[in-house]
């Protein structure tokens, strides 16, 4: 399975919007790009997806490298509700396989 | 739609005890996926189902984990005998197509301590 690199931890502030990188060198051209979230003593919950073009929903952006070895996903403005660990996930097939992801806390 | 249901949200047992975990996935989704989540290892994909039946195993333990799904409504994880070591936090998790743009819909857990 295609490896994802992340940071361990990321900070920002309450209303201001949010970068979080993702590397996948090794992606191979049929991998879609998963990010997954999972808040304090929940289960992990879809955010976003994508192959090739930049998403939209109404949690994130997701925008992908013109190369896709990376991706970045965009909180455009961060509340407290959005703390939580970001897993970046390169899916081939049906299999999720999960990093450790980013922890990201908010301040109020 | 109530989502993915797991039964019980906690276990407590002892050493040695047979343990059983219980999931009940989304209606109409055809795959049905079990992890483990510790903080050493994180969250590792277990088993997958495919229309009830197992597809890949890969991720058990061990023979002392096993995964039943007899109906499209219902599976199970069971351990026996549980060791201290299978503490953890077991999510269950539902998909439609199972294609590489699906989405996986996670269960709340079963957070399992054994003493």
């Known amino acids: 399975d295609a490896k994802t690199t992340q940071p361990n931890s990321m900070e920002s502030n309450e209303e201001e919007p949010v970068h979080l990188p993702c590397n996948h060198s090794t992606i191979s051209g049929t991998d879609y790009i998963h990010w997954y979230r999972q808040l304090p003593s929940q289960g992990p919950e879809y955010v976003i997806h994508g192959l090739t073009s930049n998403v939209n929903n109404r949690m994130a952006s997701l925008a992908i490298a013109e190369d896709r070895k990376s991706s970045t996903l965009i909180l455009h403005r961060a509340t407290l509700r959005d703390a939580a660990v970001y897993y970046c996930?390169?899916?081939?097939?049906?299999?999720?396989?999960f990093g450790q992801g980013t922890r990201l806390t908010i301040n109020p | 739609d109530a989502g993915v249901i797991q039964s019980p949200r906690h276990e407590v047992t002892e050493m040695g005890q047979e343990v059983t975990l219980r999931c009940k996935p989304i209606?109409?989704?055809?795959?049905l996926f079990w992890y483990r989540q510790t903080m050493m290892r994180g969250l590792e994909l277990l088993i997958y189902?495919?229309?009830?039946?197992?597809?890949?195993d890969s991720g058990m333990p061990e023979d002392r984990f096993s995964a039943k799904m007899p109906n499209a409504s219902f599976s199970t994880l069971k351990i026996q005998p549980s060791e201290p070591r299978d503490s953890a936090v077991y999510f269950c998790?539902?998909?439609?197509?199972?294609?590489?743009?699906?989405?996986?819909?996670f269960g709340p857990g079963t957070r399992l301590t054994v003493l």
């Open positions: 189902f495919n229309n009830n039946v197992p597809i890949d």
């Open positions: 996930i390169l899916q081939g097939a049906q299999k999720l396989v």
């Open positions: 998790a539902s998909s439609d197509s199972g294609g590489a743009y699906d989405t996986q819909y």
């Open positions: 209606s109409g989704h055809d795959y």
